[in-house]
């Protein structure tokens, strides 16, 4: 796949899953729903490594870093924003967790000595404000209930975690540790640690088994963790976690047409600059450039 179908890939899948994580609420605590959803993906993941006969041993050191990307990326990540969304309306979290562009182009300036390209820095300014302008003339009118101050913390947190997650991860790469084999482990790793978490806090083991349930987590661990984390981390070995983190910026336009189809969400000219503004950030961040075409071939 080309960068072009690896970005819209990471869109266009996790665009939908805003929607689909609120299947999950319900007779199941949030912190468990998100040790099923990467258990489930790991083992996906496991089966099909031992099926192409892929390498799955790695070092001790080895093991560390992918620890630590699985509790970034697939742990401490989707924990807060699981839990922000019970606090405050998605669009806001989804606004918050934008900022992740920001967060990655410093983190790859910081770590990694990637120039910030003054493109890529407008392009990632206007993406955020047309998020904005998309999402929060309706947050207002739904922020009356909640621990408003708690779900803001949790999601700029989850913005904070998974930028470092990505970080670590563009190093695991650059160290040669592969992708597939590389999720399956951390994305075990992460889920452990939530399952220890959850044992320790005494949250309960219950499942649910209802079809609602059952197909958002199929859904969610198929399509919103195997597949989309696999586009979205080789986007990030080959361009860099600056350039991809933008895909966290286009990603509630997605949600926003689904909002729109199955909603009857209303357009307003606040919605239709914001969608404008996210476009123009869209074509300023991933430019067709001769290094890019060259990593994809």
């Known amino acids: 796949m080309n960068n072009l179908s690896l970005y819209l890939a990471s869109v266009l899948i996790w665009g939908?899953?805003?929607?689909?994580?609120?299947?999950?609420?319900?007779?199941?605590?949030?912190?468990?729903?998100?040790?099923?959803?990467?258990?489930?993906?790991?083992?996906?993941?496991?089966?099909?490594?031992l099926l192409r006969g892929l390498k799955l041993s790695f070092k001790a050191h080895e093991h560390v870093w992918l620890a630590l990307q699985g509790v970034?990326?697939?742990?401490?990540?989707?924990?807060?924003?699981?839990?922000?969304?019970?606090h405050i309306a998605s669009g806001l979290t989804a606004v918050i967790f934008s900022l992740m562009v920001f967060l990655n182009m410093i983190g790859a300036r910081i770590f990694f000595s990637t120039p910030i390209a003054l493109k890529a820095l407008l392009g990632a300014t206007l993406g955020v404000a047309g998020v904005a302008l998309i999402c929060l003339p309706g947050v207002g009118k739904s922020m009356g209930t909640g621990h408003v101050g708690f779900g803001l913390g949790l999601a700029l947190s989850s913005a904070v975690s998974a930028s470092c997650g990505n970080l670590v991860s563009q190093r695991n790469q650059k160290q040669g540790l592969p992708i597939i084999q590389g999720n399956a482990i951390s994305m075990f790793y992460g889920a452990t640690l939530v399952a220890l978490y959850c044992w320790i806090s005494g949250k309960p083991f219950t499942f649910d088994a209802s079809f609602r349930y059952l197909s958002s987590l199929a859904y969610l661990a198929l399509f919103g963790s195997v597949l989309a984390f696999g586009a979205f981390l080789t986007l990030i070995g080959r361009i860099g976690a600056g350039r991809a983190g933008y895909a966290m910026v286009a990603i509630p336009l997605v949600a926003l047409g689904l909002s729109t189809f199955f909603e009857g969400l209303r357009w307003e000219w606040s919605l239709a600059l914001g969608v404008i503004f996210c476009l123009a950030g869209n074509v300023l961040v991933l430019p067709r450039t001769p290094k890019m075409a060259k990593a994809a071939a």
Not at 72 to 86: P, R, T
């Open 16 to 49: 939908s899953t805003w929607i689909v994580i609120t299947f999950q609420y319900g007779k199941v605590a949030p912190e468990v729903s998100v040790v099923y959803r990467f258990w489930l993906a790991a083992l996906m993941l496991l089966g099909w490594c």
């Open 72 to 86: 970034l990326l697939f742990g401490v990540n989707y924990v807060c924003v699981y839990i922000a969304e019970q």
